[in-house]
């Protein structure tokens, strides 16, 4: 199947501790992108990778790193997370950056930090 | 302040019935996105409208993009349980790189 696809689905942590999210995408988009959704279901743009380049850097805690091996992937590595980090995390990629380019997203990690 | 504001937040209605969702700006867009997204899974592209005026169909969905390319609806005809949803609107932004997304419309659609 071509699709977005994102691990873990569920990601439970206690404050603190480190953890990384994984995303793939087989579509052969060249950007990526990492969104997060928080309780009111607001989708806010993190970060943007262009064929493994960084292309938007939203202001995000540099607690979030995100890496990208090569264009099919896009990682999202949060240090010492806090409670304010919880939300739902989706992944997502696009065929160009075109105005009318639609975004493919993944079916997103809910973490939950305790 | 958010770029795309979309009304109302939360639509409950009967099957059956007619409703019409809003996404609106202060800024020009030269293009604007509609996604769905249900519980537990990532938003869905239903359409993307380019032309100011244009109005597309989606069986009982209808898409129009405001003259001025400032705004956009959705309209739902006898509406179904299954269009129960979040709906998002998403348009281009910093040269196209950035898509922003207002902040949804929550539908309920009841039996």
């Known amino acids: 199947d071509t699709a977005v696809s994102q691990t873990p689905k569920y990601l439970v942590t206690q404050m603190g501790n480190d953890k990384s999210i994984k995303c793939e995408q087989n579509l052969g988009h060249d950007t990526m992108y990492w969104y997060k959704q928080d309780s009111k279901k607001f989708l806010k743009i993190m970060f943007s990778y262009n064929n493994k380049e960084l292309i938007i850097n939203e202001t995000v805690p540099n607690r979030f790193s995100p890496k990208s091996p090569d264009k099919a992937h896009l990682n999202l590595h949060i240090n010492s997370l806090e409670l304010g980090d919880s939300a739902v995390y989706f992944c997502a990629s696009r065929p160009g950056t075109t105005y009318n380019s639609p975004l493919h997203f993944g079916n997103g990690t809910r973490l939950t930090v305790t | 302040t958010q770029l795309l504001e979309q009304s109302p937040q939360f639509l409950s209605i009967q099957e059956g019935e007619n409703l019409t969702v809003y996404c609106n700006s202060s800024s020009v867009f030269s293009s604007l996105q509609w996604y769905r997204q249900e519980p537990g899974e990532g938003p869905v592209l239903l359409v993307t409208?380019?032309?100011?005026?244009e109005v597309k169909k989606l069986k009982r969905l209808t898409f129009q993009f405001g003259d001025a390319r400032k705004d956009s609806s959705l309209h739902i005809t006898a509406a179904q349980t299954g269009d129960t949803g979040l709906y998002l609107c998403a348009g281009p932004f910093q040269g196209a790189q950035k898509l922003v997304f207002g902040q949804g419309t929550r539908l309920t659609i009841n039996p």
């Open positions: 409208v380019v032309t100011g005026g």
